[in-house]
């Protein structure tokens, strides 16, 4: 039963750590479209999947609509996500995460354009105090094309990213564990849910 058990342990964690090389191509402007292709096990396994743009569009018009009215909206319970940007420890720690991430992610070809702003041009600001440097970091690597812009006027969220990237699972669940054990990121999640 043991020795069952420990030949279990040793398949899971052989496959686990081959590469898993992953192809994508995603788009978010209101509706979401895109395509992703992963290889696992040296090519032996392959999945593929592809948004449908013909059921995206059709619910464009559904999507827009709340929209219009959405600086209007009664604020009810959202999570309060600025509260933990602005405690220092749970900055750190999640800065610490994405580097790690970052760093475990071999990148070929890879582009990522964001525009982002919140509902409150201030809001906006603080937050792109936090992710503006982080970009800088970012964008200086070889085969990243990375370009963010906030956008102060609405509450926006536009992205286009295509690349190829090559993971290791077994690394990046290692780095997720160090990251759920941390206290600093769960006094961050605390505060997130604590209302403002």
Not at 67 to 91: D, M, Y
Not at 150 to 155: Q, T
């Amino acid at each position: 039963m043991l020795t069952g058990f420990l030949i279990f342990l040793l398949l899971v964690v052989g496959l686990l750590a081959m590469p898993v090389t992953m192809t994508y191509r995603l788009s978010w402007r209101e509706s979401f479209s895109g395509d992703v292709k992963l290889r696992w096990a040296f090519g032996l396994i392959r999945i593929g999947a592809s948004s449908d743009r013909a059921k995206s569009r059709a619910g464009d018009a559904e999507v827009a609509k709340p929209k219009v009215g959405r600086s209007g909206r009664s604020s009810g319970r959202k999570p309060n996500f600025l509260a933990a940007i602005r405690r220092r420890s749970f900055r750190r720690r999640l800065l610490k995460f994405l580097s790690d991430v970052w760093s475990a992610v071999r990148k070929e070809n890879v582009r990522l354009l964001v525009r982002l702003g919140l509902e409150d041009p201030a809001d906006t600001g603080q937050l792109w105090a936090v992710i503006g440097p982080l970009t800088g970091m970012l964008a200086g690597m070889t085969g990243v094309t990375i370009a963010m812009e906030p956008e102060f006027l609405e509450s926006t969220f536009e992205l286009d990213s295509s690349g190829t990237i090559r993971l290791v699972p077994l690394q990046l669940a290692y780095v997720a564990f160090a990251l759920l054990l941390s206290p600093a990121f769960w006094r961050g999640v605390i505060l997130m849910r604590t209302p403002g």
